[in-house]
């Protein structure tokens, strides 16, 4: 009987390969003000399709994803679809003035791309100045049809996508801070799905985010980080969670009780409902370990288990402090990634390319600030200045003047970089890249510096998923370092924290043409330079070369 069940399946493969066959997946985003009242207050915001957060992008591996996104604000917009590895299809990337210029305010863009070798929870959102503050959601990649988790199939999946909330336009508030030199304001409270939770004698008060669960059952949480500039713990009371899946790759299952998300970053895990029946408090409060102001706001939400009496207080629990550096490292050295054979780890053991990139803050003389300098970040002394024109159209269309590509694989000036630094901490500015072979190897150490203060960094990648092979603190060991690197079963991921004090390894194989931004997910430090590129010439013949841009890409 399993026997002939078997067969029919296979002649249903065979004669309707459809069945099998990947999809094309229709999106249309329109970026639209909508008033939204969060703390007590209204304000006009921007979003796709008015919603807040934005619409779940679903698709399943191989299939391709086409969004026509029409702006109808007064603001520039790109989307960047971060995580999704965009091979050959750097056009659709996103960030603004590295692979495209911004779609002005009633012109429309199509992001066409194919979803390859990822499956789990990315995100999307806004690549251009602070507007991603409003304008994200996920993006759900299910594995191709037929094709089970590595995991038992959760009963039901919800996503949880955390994010910051200003009183303020937020516009306002990075170029007031630009303008005077300083740390732009912190926000006013974090959100679970949009809403901070209950704020006290507030007519809006009760909008909070519910898990509704049954016991016995087990849910899988897509957990995603969209805040700008924090650094999150999350935690359910009562519960363990077991991740099994970070950034789009599988992971050894683990579990824990409170998860560590950084912005940009997005985690899978497993909730068994195996407690009393009753409420619990799903909260989520920043990571800080060090001086930097921080918005120190706890956001809640609550789980309630079905059949739970409406007057049932709910179970509390202790959020770690905000300076909990042990937290951190113990859940970032229990990730490691499946390399089960389905998902084999490929950690490139022959390097092509080694860069040492020192990464912080600085500060440069400005006449107009408050105190006469300002706060600039920077890799390798370098803060980038963005070009008017972008750099892959730069580059693939062999206009002079935009880049240089001598950006600097090490320090410049070696100096203490965990120690007190130098005296002179001003940065240079610059639009440099750094070149790559099609199909080299690179390993890149990100490591932290001192300066004015020492602070973690979750530096993302775009275009290639990186295996994190190492890290520790104060400063890299070029010739102790490297020999306690797991090349066996590093995390796989997109984006990665480089430690306060300390130092991170990555590697990763430049198998896909085009120019790949690399910066710090904290919008912050984004804004004021730490940020740089990666040009990745074209392999032999069109399989290995970037194909010309769409005909709708936006002008500069
Ligand atoms: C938002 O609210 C303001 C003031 O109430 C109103 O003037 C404006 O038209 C509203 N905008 C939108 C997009 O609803
Ligand atoms: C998307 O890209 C594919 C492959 O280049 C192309 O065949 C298709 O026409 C594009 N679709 C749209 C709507 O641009
Ligand atoms: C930033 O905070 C300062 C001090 O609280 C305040 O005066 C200023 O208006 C804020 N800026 C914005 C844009 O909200
Ligand atoms: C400006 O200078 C004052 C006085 O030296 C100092 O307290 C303050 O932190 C400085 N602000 C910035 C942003 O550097
Ligand atoms: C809430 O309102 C009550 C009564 O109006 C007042 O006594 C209390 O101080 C207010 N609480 C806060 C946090 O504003
Ligand atoms: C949050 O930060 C503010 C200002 O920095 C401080 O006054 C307050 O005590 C902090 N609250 C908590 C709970 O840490
Ligand atoms: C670098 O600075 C740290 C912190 O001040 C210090 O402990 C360390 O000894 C210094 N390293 C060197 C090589 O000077
Ligand atoms: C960085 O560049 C600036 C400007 O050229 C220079 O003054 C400074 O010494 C450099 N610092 C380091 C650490 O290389
Ligand atoms: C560096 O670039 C910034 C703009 O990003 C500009 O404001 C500043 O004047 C530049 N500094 C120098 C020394 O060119
Ligand atoms: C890239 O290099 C690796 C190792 O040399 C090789 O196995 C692989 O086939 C190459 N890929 C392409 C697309 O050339
Ligand atoms: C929008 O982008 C164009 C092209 O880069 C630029 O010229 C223009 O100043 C931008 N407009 C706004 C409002 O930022
Ligand atoms: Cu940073």
């Not at 306002?172 to 949009?194: C, E, K, L, R």
């Not at 490929?346 to 990139?357: A, G, N, Q, R």
Request: hydrophobic share 40%; net charge neutral; charged share 15%.
């Amino acid at each position: 009987m399993a026997c002939r069940v078997k067969a029919v399946v296979l002649v249903a493969a065979l004669l309707f390969p459809a069945m099998v066959e990947s999809m094309v997946r229709l999106y249309k985003f329109s970026v639209v003000m909508k008033n939204a009242t969060r703390l007590c207050a209204s304000k006009p915001i921007v979003t796709v399709n008015g919603k807040f957060p934005g619409p779940t992008l679903y698709a399943r591996e191989d299939d391709t994803v086409i969004v026509r996104v029409v702006n109808h604000v007064q603001h520039n917009i790109t989307i960047h679809w971060h995580g999704v590895r965009q091979l050959r299809t750097g056009w659709a990337d996103g960030p603004a003035y590295i692979t495209q210029c911004p779609i002005p305010t009633g012109q429309s863009y199509i992001y066409n791309f194919t979803l390859t070798g990822q499956r789990g929870t990315l995100l999307w959102h806004a690549h251009i100045n602070w507007l991603r503050a409003t304008v994200y959601g996920a993006i759900v990649i299910l594995p191709k049809r037929g094709i089970p988790y590595p995991f038992p199939k959760p009963d039901k999946e919800e996503i949880i996508i955390l994010g910051e909330w200003w009183k303020s336009d937020t516009e306002a508030v990075i170029n007031q801070a630009m303008q005077a030199g300083v740390p732009p304001n912190v926000s006013d409270a974090h959100t679970i799905n949009g809403h901070p939770g209950p704020v006290p004698n507030c007519s809006s008060q009760g909008t909070e985010t519910g898990l509704h669960v049954e016991s016995g059952k087990t849910y899988m949480l897509r957990l995603i980080n969209a805040a700008l500039n924090e650094e999150l713990f999350f935690k359910i009371a009562g519960h363990q969670l077991t991740v099994v899946e970070v950034d789009a790759s599988y992971t050894k299952p683990f579990k824990t009780d409170t998860i560590f998300i950084a912005p940009g970053q997005t985690t899978n895990a497993l909730l068994t409902a195996d407690q009393d029946t009753g409420k619990y408090l799903i909260a989520i409060s920043p990571f800080m370990d060090t001086i930097v102001a921080v918005d120190n706001q706890t956001a809640i939400g609550t789980l309630r288990y079905e059949g739970t009496h409406p007057f049932t207080p709910t179970s509390l629990t202790a959020m770690p402090p905000t300076n909990a550096t042990p937290v951190t490292t113990s859940f970032v050295d229990s990730l490691r990634s499946l390399n089960s054979i389905k998902y084999p780890a490929k950690v490139p053991l022959k390097i092509d390319h080694s860069l040492l990139l020192a990464i912080g803050v600085g500060v440069n003389p400005c006449a107009t600030c408050v105190n006469g300098s300002r706060v600039v970040a920077d890799i390798n002394n370098v803060s980038f200045v963005l070009p008017v024109t972008a750099l892959l159209q730069a580059h693939y269309y062999k206009i002079s003047g935009v880049y240089t590509d001598d950006f600097p694989a090490n320090p410049p000036n070696p100096y203490n970089y965990t120690g007190a630094g130098p005296a002179n901490m001003q940065t240079m500015n610059g639009t440099k890249v750094y070149r790559l072979g099609y199909n080299s190897t690179v390993q890149v150490v990100f490591q932290g510096t001192g300066i004015i203060a020492p602070e973690s960094h979750p530096t993302h990648l775009h275009g290639f998923n990186f295996y994190a092979v190492g890290k520790g603190l104060g400063n890299f060991d070029s010739e102790k370092d490297p020999k306690k690197f797991n090349l066996v079963d590093p995390v796989e991921r997109n984006t990665l924290s480089v430690p306060t004090s300390g130092w991170a390894a990555i590697r990763f194989r430049a198998d896909n043409p085009g120019v790949w931004f690399l910066h710090c997910h904290l919008e912050v430090h984004t804004t004021w330079g730490l940020k740089m590129a990666f040009l990745v010439e074209n392999g032999e013949g069109p399989s290995q070369s970037l194909p010309p841009s769409p005909s709708d890409l936006p002008k500069c």
